[in-house]
């Protein structure tokens, strides 16, 4: 039992599939679902690194046949499954662009009630985050929330998420924070900058930095299972994101690796120390 509590883990929890990333970047090769799912399987089975939790999050769709078809292929692996989805949303009605915000729910969650997300996303292309998250409640689900808002230009948190000089702004930050946000996704070379920000704007919170593959090919996917950003010490379900989400201590990194400034990282590694301590 100890080791199965202190065991440190690795998650994936943004992994774009075939089908609805509509970007030029995709390089699956337009396979097949199963071929697809088949190939997944593969790398985390080659991985020299164990995945604990994984989560496919498609643009405004969820596609509940990609799920079931990794948990009837997958079901030898020890991979928790977390439905997921990234939706483009307008922080308010009069924001120009959309941010892309990730809604997690539990693994135990009916896959025919999260599809009813599509057609109302299809009704209301490009919403607003309050609307799409009363929406949510309203209908009774259980979610958490990540924004990947550490990115670069129209998409990154200093564009229409935060101004300097409106506090209103600043407010509605630490407002979101407080009250859905488990985690704030940042890409990989924007980590310390994420950090960064969350201290300026944070003063004694435990709002956390993360970051997963964002994966749109399956080299990036094997990349990540290879050498994970981050591990989390908490029990690989979606009571353990949310428990990573108030406790930011569970996320471990190697902070000798961090500069400051907006600087690339070139490699992110366990703090053997740290986790030593923690295993006493």
């Known amino acids: 039992m100890d080791k199965l509590v202190r065991k440190p883990n690795i998650w994936d929890l943004h992994v774009h599939t075939p089908y609805k990333y509509n970007s030029s970047a995709n390089s699956y090769d337009n396979d097949d679902k199963n071929t697809y799912i088949d190939t997944i399987i593969s790398i985390i089975n080659d991985s020299e690194n164990e995945l604990g939790m994984i989560s496919f999050t498609d643009h405004n769709y969820f596609d509940k046949e990609i799920y079931n078809i990794f948990k009837k292929k997958a079901i030898n692996l020890n991979v928790t499954v977390i439905p ?49 998250v009363s929406y949510l409640f ?3 689900f259980k ?22 000089d409106t506090e209103k702004n600043i407010n509605r930050i630490k407002m979101y924070s407080s009250q859905f946000f ?30 997963f593959s964002d994966s749109h090919d399956y080299n990036k996917f094997k990349n990540y299972l290879s050498n994970p950003s981050q591990y989390f ?6 009571n353990g994101i949310l428990m990573v989400g108030s ?23 366990l703090m053997i120390k740290r986790l030593n301590c923690l295993t006493d």
Request: charged share 35%; with cysteine.
């Open 247 to 269: 406790e930011k201590s569970r996320i471990l990194y190697d902070n000798n690796n961090y500069k400051t400034g907006n600087q690339k990282i070139k490699t992110i590694k």
């Open 84 to 132: 997921g989805i990234e939706v483009d949303l307008k922080i308010t009605s009069n924001a120009k662009k959309t941010k892309h915000i990730l809604f997690y729910f539990p693994e135990d969650e009916d896959y025919e009630k999260i599809e009813m997300i599509n057609k109302y996303l299809s009704e209301n292309d490009k919403g607003t985050f309050d609307d799409f």
């Open 143 to 164: 979610f958490a929330i990540s924004p990947h808002a550490f990115k670069q230009g129209i998409r990154g948190i200093e564009t229409e998420w935060n101004d300097d």
């Open 182 to 211: 488990v985690f704030w996704e940042s890409d990989k070379s924007n980590i310390p900058y994420a950090k960064e920000f969350i201290e300026r704007y944070y003063d004694d919170s435990e709002q956390c930095v993360s970051n």
């Open 233 to 238: 010490l908490a029990l690989n379900n979606f």
């Open 138 to 140: 309203e209908n009774g």
